[in-house]
């Protein structure tokens, strides 16, 4: 199957969707499943900070041990 990208005017969006899965094709991204996925990753990336954030007053705290840097270095 071939992948196509194209641009199109809003107002014929869903009419041209409907015609391609009429066809037998597969509609993978309209700009609303676009700003979704932004919004996902923004939210993916807020919730690695928080976590990080949390990670580092429990560190302060001193109920969890950091590792060193030669750890790090070998996890990679």
């Known amino acids: 199957m071939t992948t196509l ?3 199109i005017p ?3 969006e869903r009419t041209l969707s ?3 899965e009429q066809l ?3 509609v993978i991204a309209t700009d609303a499943v676009k700003k979704n996925s932004k919004a996902a990753k ?4 807020l ?4 976590e990080s954030i949390a990670w580092v007053k429990l560190h302060q705290e001193g109920k969890v041990g950091a590792k060193s840097i030669e750890q ?5």
């Open 5 to 7: 990208t194209i641009e």
């Open 10 to 12: 809003e107002k014929v």
């Open 18 to 20: 409907d015609l391609v």
């Open 24 to 26: 037998g094709g597969k």
């Open 42 to 45: 923004k939210k993916q990336i």
């Open 47 to 50: 919730d690695g900070i928080k």
């Open 72 to 76: 790090l270095l070998n996890e990679l």
